[in-house]
């Protein structure tokens, strides 16, 4: 499939978000200050059997958010929300039970000396969704905490508070941050016509978010690792160099279809893992179009949920006559797990990439979930055109605007830039992309669609993805129909 490089957001977009940055800048410092008196005053247990302090863990957030315990103390842990949640202190070997709906358990912090610590929720994807929080041990029961003040406001305080913390997060969109990854890799040709990809796989930090980084697991020093494209027929060879400090590892090909048995990277099953050092090779000819991804299949709970994967795509999906002007192919890993968390392409709002259109333009996107629960994709207002479900071309095509993506599965889609408009882009699983707080953050991001520049095409408010998506006459027809309500 011919592909264009993708397209930045035009000035005045640019010019709009930083004007809003601005004004957004003004609004929390003049909040700031107004919160910045309050303190927040929490119980605090006392050595030698003293009263445990009470926490409470909910969707997603540790309450209070600071905590002062006396030396020598320790604390109630509550599970007041649905899902199941944890209470640790980072870096120190101190954590409860993974605690059902409704759960309690104690917390000792008496290995602990004076000083401050980080509190998390370990389950995957909790920490990114605001389950965070401060243990001081040795306080005096009060400490200022701004942004717990808003947690305490009601009324109008706590709307202006919410407001401002979602306009702030939204405005900052889209942030630049370190490296980039998912970038598309043809492999270099070699003489006998043999075409090589060469993966690196070693320990990095990667920015998730602007100044978050993460100690994650990488092909190549990106997360996602390279977009792996090649033909059918092609003879390529795989080589991965593991620079694990003390790890072995695979690669399996998931989804690349007919790759012989001695390419399928299950250790001791397929062939022997390759241990720290070494370097596996391993050559063969792709026999169908496929997409796949790649990633390893010994202790994955370590590597692949923390950035040890990428796609892999040979050919192409055939497209529908509807798909009459598509301009780019892009990919998007949806991640929610380990060090990387609620992430598009290994980043998180506001780091996330926007995707940009011209109406009447069309964009193939291969959704891969990488994660470890499914995820929601929805598009608000532009259709998605569902072509093929995990490299199987789809003899119905179906349109959507939200596909539902399990672990494992990739979906392969056709979008259909049909309005000009900044269109909210993300999972709706609404715990992956808001805060308590009401910041945006994880797994979201923003279709920008333009002006066509051809007054007949801008001036058109039918449908470009065609007549019929929903059984009935579209556009200038439509009215003529009692049934003509859109998907």
Known sequence: METTPTRTPSLAVGVALAAALVAVFLSILALGRA???????????????????????????????????AEGGSLSVTNDGAAEHNLAV??????????????????????????T?????????????????????????????????????????????LRANYEASVSAFPAETEGLGNQWYDGELQPDGTKLFE?????????????????????????????????VGDTVTIRIHNELDDQATTLHPHG?????????????????????????????????PSVGMYHGHDNGVEQVVNGAFGAWIVGSMPL?????????????????????????????????????????????????????????????????????????????????DTINVAPGERYTVVIFAEVPG????????????????GSVFGMFTALIVEDSGDPELDADTGRDAGEGRNGTPSGDDAGESDDSSST
């Open 117 to 161: 610590y980080e509190l998390l929720c370990t389950i995957p994807g909790h920490e990114a969704a605001g389950m965070v929080g401060t243990l001081v041990v040795g306080g005096e029961g009060t400490t200022s905490d701004p942004g717990s003040v808003g947690e305490e406001l009601t009324g109008a305080a706590r709307a202006e508070w």
């Open 256 to 288: 690349v279809f007919m790759h012989p048995f001695e390419v399928d990277g299950v250790g001791y099953v397929s062939h022997d893992p390759t241990l720290p050092g070494e370097v596996y090779e391993v050559t063969f000819t792709t026999k169908e």
């Open 320 to 400: 529908p006559p509807e798909a009459d002007n598509v301009v780019d192919e892009r990919i998007m890993i949806l991640n929610d797990a380990g060090n990387i968390g609620l992430t598009l392409n290994g980043k998180s709002f506001p780091a996330t990439e926007p995707y940009v259109l011209k109406k009447g333009e069309q964009m193939v996107m291969h959704y891969y979930n990488e994660g470890l629960t499914p995820h929601p994709m929805h598009l608000h207002n532009n259709a998605q055109l569902v072509i093929a479900k995990d490299g199987y071309p789809l003899a119905q095509p179906y349109f959507v």
């Open 422 to 437: 900044v269109w909210v882009y993300h999972c709706h699983i609404l715990t992956h992309v808001e805060k308590s707080d």
């Open 199 to 231: 993966l690196t796989l070693d320990e990095i930090d990667w920015e998730v978010a602007p100044g978050q980084f993460v100690h994650a697991v990488g092909y190549n020093g990106q997360v996602p690792g390279p977009a792996l494209r090649m033909d």
């Open 35 to 69: 919160l910045a008196s309050g303190t927040v005053t929490v119980s605090e247990g006392g050595a030698g059997g003293g009263a445990p302090v009470p926490v409470s863990l909910t969707e997603f957030a540790i309450a209070p958010s600071t905590i002062s315990v």
């Open 90 to 115: 980072r870096d120190e070997d101190l954590t409860t039970p993974d605690l059902a709906s409704g759960g309690t358990a104690s917390l000792s912090v008496t290995s602990l000396s004076a000083g």
